[in-house]
């Protein structure tokens, strides 16, 4: 190894210098800002748990991402968190333990030993919203809601949101009597959107005609839930047992596009991301020109009983980095005052005065040359802004 090949950073690892540091920085308050004013209290888990708790419930996808270590006290195995939402989970189960509806908002660093794309950070800046308590559509609603909103927000333009539903998916396999081994295959024929080899697949492996033609109306259902009403009534018909969690997706699409006219939206119940972990509604944003979502998240019902106490939860998250290159907010500039160095009381408290008013003042060093709007400048005796 190098001299300079010590200090190169491993891939997917990136550090973050001015002004783009400043810009990130300056989002983070503006969106936690929004997310409190929408009545989601702040919470920061710790960055380093046992892995027994850190990886609860949310299967081998993120076990594989996340870095483990062994805690020297105790000898046991500890995890860098790759994921808030379950730490958040464990919160709201055990240490705030609330009645009725929480809501919590988080944002920080979190780490993949893998990258989840070629395009995502091993260290993302997470930051999300989680909401328990409410299993009905109208928490379904309110967190892609606030997630849209938080979108806009940051200033991103012609969000795409795409809707899926984990449900409808269980609810075939079960009627069905699928085994484990046959729902990841047909989980992973699914995840091609190859209509063609999944039809080819379930009448294979499948000798019930009725639910032979279900999964191949399933394998087809990608487009604008009023496109695929027909296909929606048809599945529900072959399969009744599916039709509460279309009913489900039907309705919170409805009620998003009163709430966001300009925003496309799209029904995907192909979609089966998180499917070990997530057990109903699923959704995610895209813009145009990046390839992966810029925001995702869904339904965890299951999670909170892996902590004791089982409670509907649903919640997204967003790496705040992409938000912010990606974004178009305006940022907010302060004005730069330069000082002369000097051991003058009077200046110190001049000094103050300019920087308890929001602006940034730099002391000229050895009448180091400092690039700025104003000067404090001494002047009958007192310390007083001039233009530069």
């Known amino acids: 190894m190098t001299g300079a090949d010590r200090w190169l950073l491993p891939d997917g690892i990136d550090e973050i210098l001015p002004p783009q ?3 990130i920085e300056q989002l983070r308050r503006h969106l936690l800002d929004y997310l409190d004013a929408c009545g989601y209290d702040f919470v920061i888990p710790p960055a380093l748990e046992y892995l027994d708790s850190l990886l609860t419930g949310t299967g081998k ?4 991402r996340t870095f ?14 790759a994921d808030t939402t379950p730490q958040v989970a464990r919160i709201d189960a055990h240490s705030l ?23 995502a950070s091993r260290t993302p800046t997470q930051i999300g919203a989680e909401l328990y308590g409410e ?8 967190i892609i809601s606030v997630m849209l909103s938080l979108l806009q927000q940051a200033g991103l333009e012609n969000v795409h949101l795409d809707l899926g539903n984990v449900g409808v998916f269980r609810a075939l396999a079960r009627v069905a009597g699928l085994t484990d081994a046959q729902q990841t295959e047909l989980f992973d024929l699914l995840k091609l959107k190859c209509a063609t080899d999944t039809q080819a697949w379930v009448a294979r492996e499948l000798n019930d005609a009725r639910l032979v033609e279900a999964f191949s109306v399933l394998a087809g259902l990608q487009g604008s839930a009023e496109s695929l009403a027909g296909a929606f009534d048809r599945l529900q018909a072959l399969v009744p047992e599916t039709a509460e969690e279309i009913g489900h ?46 925001a995702q998240g869904g339904r965890y019902d299951e999670t909170g009983a892996d902590f004791g106490r089982a409670r509907p939860a649903t919640g997204f998250s967003a790496d705040l980095k992409v938000l912010a290159r990606l974004g178009r907010r305006t940022e907010s500039v302060k004005q730069t005052v330069a000082a002369p160095s000097s051991d003058d009381p009077a200046l110190w408290q001049a000094i103050q005065q300019c920087r308890s008013q929001g602006m940034r003042v730099l002391v000229q060093l050895n009448g180091d ?3 700025c709007d104003q000067r404090l400048q001494l002047l009958d005796g007192k310390w007083q802004l001039v233009n530069a």
């Open 21 to 23: 540091a400043r810009r």
């Open 61 to 64: 996808d993120l076990n594989l």
């Open 68 to 81: 483990k270590v062994t805690d020297q006290l105790s000898g046991r195995m500890m995890g860098l968190s």
């Open 97 to 119: 333990a609330p009645e009725g509806i929480s809501r919590l908002s988080y944002c920080r660093t979190v780490f993949h030993a893998k990258s989840g794309s070629l395009l």
């Open 135 to 142: 299993a009905g559509i109208e928490a379904d609603v309110e």
């Open 249 to 294: 997706i039907r309705s919170v699409a409805e009620r998003l596009a009163k709430r966001f006219p300009a925003t496309s939206m799209m029904c995907d119940l192909t979609e089966l991301r998180g499917y070990d972990y997530h057990t109903g509604l699923v959704f995610a944003a895209y813009v145009p020109g990046y390839g992966d979502a810029v």
């Open 369 to 371: 040359a400092v690039e």
